[in-house]
Structure formats: C-alpha cells, structure tokens
C-alpha cells in the first residue's frame, strides 16, 4: 500500500511539474516558430485547408467545444523563423462541407490546390491531445514548412479541450471526429488524391481507426501513415495498436512509428490506463511490428516540449527525417553515410545493421538531447500502475 501511495505521488508531482510550466494550451498564446533558422528572405504564407468538429466562437475562430456538425475552411499562415519577430494569426476563410454535396465540393478544392503544384497528394495532419484549434493551426503550416512540403495541407482539428487536466474528456471527444475524418478520406480517394497521414497522440488513435473503417471495404488509399507518440494500447494479451495496424495495412503503403522514452505525457497515459503501455513510448517493444510495410524509429533523443510529447514540432532532427521519409526514402537510404544520415541504424538483438536489420534511431547531436531532469523522471514514473 505504501509502495502505491509514493508511486501515486511521483505522478502527482510530474503533473504538478508540468503544470507549473502552463501546460494547458488554452491557457497560453504561443509563438509558432520554424524550427529552422533564418533562410536569407521572407518566406511566402503556408496555405492550409482545416476541417473541424469545433463549435465557433462568435469572433471568426473557434471555441473549446465540440460543435456536432463539421465545419471548413483555408487559411494563409505565416511561419515565421527561430530570430524574427512574431506575426499576426491567420484570417479564415469559410469553406462549407456540411453535407454530402458541400464535403465533396471542399475536397474538390483542396485537390484543386494540390494540382496547382502540380501533385496529387494531400498531408493530412491530425493532432493530439491538450490542443486548441489556434495551435494546431499554426503547428500545421509549421509541419509543412518545416518538412518542406510542396503539395496541399489539411488539418483534421478535433474538439480537444486544450487542458492539461482534461485528458479523459480529450479521450472521448477524440472519437466524435472519427466520422469527419472518414469522410475527408473518402472525398480525397474520390478526387483522385493520396493522403499522407501525419497523427500525433491521440491523433493517432483517430486515424488508424477511421482508416480501419474505410480499408475493410478497400474505399481510401493512405501512402505515408507516421504515427507519433501514438497513444494506444499495446497491452500484451490485448493489443489494440497492433489489430488496427493490421487492419489498415490492406489500403496503407507504409507506416512509420517514432516513439519515445522520454514521453512524459504518455507515461502518465500508461498510469491513467492501468498501467497498459502506450505505443508511443518503449520504441524496443514497438520492434514486434517492425517489417516489409511497418517501420519503427526511436525518437527518445528528440528535443521537446516540457513533456517530451512534442518532438515532432520541437526537432530539426525530425522534421528532416520527415522531409525524406514522405520522399519515400527508406529508413536504410536515411542512415547511410552518404545518404541525408537522418537517421542512426543500431545493432538489435542479434540482428546487425551491416545485414540489413537494426534498430533505426533519430540522428540527434548529444547537446540536444533531454537534459538530466527529464531523464530522471522518465527513469522513476513507469515503475508500476498507479490506479
């Protein structure tokens, strides 16, 4: 009992630690920067098509709550570098798609856009848990920028709450924008457009699944699928993750997990479930998936948020790997030396590296890797459940 109770404690303390650093999104008004330096000129706005589950908030944006009813739109956003001064948020621009008709018209004019940069291919990005629709706005014309996307960009935004102390209502408002999601893929496929899956978090489970409900009927085509710090269960007798892998394969070219020890929101997750482990956090245990169509990297020396959550928007480091993995480079082609060595390969139980196995890590130089703090949280909270 008392081994529980000091278990109990430690988390308290990393909640209260994170919190103490403002976690809640919703509580904050960040700066969306690059994650690359100064490039010598202004860069051109991003465009980015959203669509969203939100209830508006009367002002021209969104609020906190789910609105029932989808709701889209475009936006030009302006990503600003590491040194220069902040710039203005965005201005909306409604698009309808409530309706069968007004969905396959607004998939319309994203493949419009996509086809103006001469492609057909659409990154579909969708976010994780503790997110208000500004930030991952902002955040999705930084991932595009930041991976140097060329073609046209879509935010699913589902109704997160955008607090840190909102995670179970973060979880059950995740599945409403299942549907949304499903549509959107559906309308792409039909305009001829292949969507490359970018999904973070709970975001993750919002994809995989309704992917899983599109692929049993062969109805959507998903070419790059990465799921960062994915928080499913990957529970050994019950291994949800895996099962939804395996039934999104049929209509997916290609899955790429990166996952990460140093996930503190994720080992919180694992205590809030029980003590079942997340996907996105034991990159060894992920291994089992590894294979012709699955991929698995370990992202634990990433830079991040206060949480380790984040990489994939904190990291120069990931978001060249990601720049190369949605060329279609493989993870062999990113490790070799006179390749983009993105990417390190390390010998893995008996399978080495010079015979075409290994275990795949990000490439990231020991001064940005997680400090000593973070370490030593990681090391201490997943010892067992605390429930």
Known sequence: MSKRIGQACICLLAALLLAGCTYSDSLRVNEIRSVWGPSGHKP???????????????????????????????????????????TPDPTLVPIACDGEAAMKAFAGEVAAAARARHCNRVLLIVHGYNVSFRSALLHGAQNARDTQWHCATLLLNWSSEAKFNRYVADVARSGYAVPLLAALLRNLKAQGMEAEILSHSLGARIALI???????????????????????????????????????????RRFTIYASRNDLALILSENVHGGIPRAGLVPGYDMRYAGPQVDV????????????????????????????LLS????????????????????????????????????????????????????????????
């Open 44 to 86: 051109a706005p991003v465009p980015v098509f959203y669509a969203t589950d939100r209830e508006p908030d009367g002002a021209g944006g969104f609020s906190l709550h789910w609105g029932g009813v989808p709701r889209c739109g475009s936006a030009n956003v302006a990503v600003t570098d590491a040194l220069s001064p902040p």
């Open 297 to 324: 990297v370990d992202a634990t020396d990433a830079p991040a948020d206060e949480a380790g959550h984040a990489y994939f928007i904190f990291s120069y480091e990931m978001a060249k790997d990601i720049m190369w």
């Open 210 to 252: 309704a992917t899983d409900s599109l692929c049993r009927d062969r109805e959507v085509s998903v070419g790059e699928f990465i799921l960062t710090a994915a928080d499913i269960s990957v529970e050994k007798d019950n291994d949800d993750f895996g099962k939804l892998l395996d039934r999104a394969k049929p209509c997916t």
């Open 328 to 387: 279609g480079a493989s993870m062999a082609e990113r490790a070799a030396p006179d390749g983009p060595h993105t990417l390190d390969c390390r010998d893995w139980q008996d399978s080495l590296c010079a015979a075409g196995g290994g275990r795949y890590s990000l490439r990231v130089a020991r001064s940005r890797r997680p400090d000593f703090t973070t370490t030593l949280l990681r090391d201490i909270l997943p010892i067992t459940p605390v429930q």
